[in-house]
């Protein structure tokens, strides 16, 4: 199976500490992509980075890549309640086209 | 900041009717997607659409589905004959380059099949 695997499944964390997701992935890959996902809601971009990139910031998020582990890490700096969501790594694998494949996602809960 | 949209954002319709799931992407995007998510599951790709015809399907896509960019701007999923569990969340997506590039998401339409 393609489809990656995120780690760990759910997280509560207090505000103002950070919060660390993880992503794994088969095989070689074009981009992969981080999305938050309010409850019953739709998709936010949050971040991609490319397969020739290892770390890409935006604000308070941090992702990395380990191209030779096949897997990223979503960092969320000095969290807060509205963090509160699920957070799902989709990539897109090189040769198949630009469809993305979505992991389980991990649901992140930020208490005050 | 241009956005996809998704109407109608929930749709409940009785089992073997037909639905049309509608869809504006980002204007000056190519490539179109329609993923699904079941309830408490992960999102799956359903279909790509490139310079109006299909570029892949996944297995669900089945002969029920069928999509369509009917005019400049829509981009349609339809379901033929609506089953049980076709209930789910349909979000649509477009970007503007191939394989490389952000993928942005509508709002989604919740399909509740009756």
């Known amino acids: 199976s393609q489809q990656g695997e995120e780690d760990p499944q759910a997280l509560s964390i207090q505000e103002g500490e950070n919060a660390t997701m993880n992503c794994s992935y088969k095989t070689s890959i074009n981009n992969l992509q981080w999305y938050r996902q309010n409850s019953g809601r739709g998709l936010v971009h949050l971040i991609l980075?490319?397969?020739?990139?290892r770390e890409k910031h935006s604000g308070r998020l941090r992702v990395t890549l380990d191209t030779s582990k096949k897997s990223s890490s979503l960092l969320i700096t000095a969290s807060r309640a509205a963090d509160t969501a699920s957070y799902f790594c989709a990539t897109a694998y090189y040769n198949q086209g630009g469809k993305l494949i979505f992991g389980q996602g991990t649901e992140l809960s930020v208490k005050p | 900041e241009p956005e996809v949209t998704q109407t109608p954002s929930h749709q409940v319709t009785q089992m073997g009717q037909e639905v049309i799931l509608r869809c504006v992407p980002i204007s000056n995007h190519l490539y179109f997607y329609w993923y699904r998510q079941i309830l408490g599951q992960k999102v799956e790709f359903l279909v790509s659409?490139?310079?109006?015809?299909?570029?892949?399907k996944s297995e669900i896509f089945d002969d029920q589905f069928s999509v369509e960019r009917p005019d400049g701007s829509n981009f349609t999923l339809k379901i033929r004959s609506t089953k049980l569990e076709d209930s789910a969340m349909y979000f649509c997506?477009?970007?503007?380059?191939?394989?490389?590039?952000?993928?942005?998401f509508g709002p989604g339409t919740r399909l509740t099949v009756l």
């Open positions: 659409f490139y310079n109006n015809e299909i570029s892949e």
């Open positions: 997506a477009s970007t503007q380059g191939f394989s490389t590039d952000t993928q942005y």
């Open positions: 980075i490319r397969s020739n990139e």
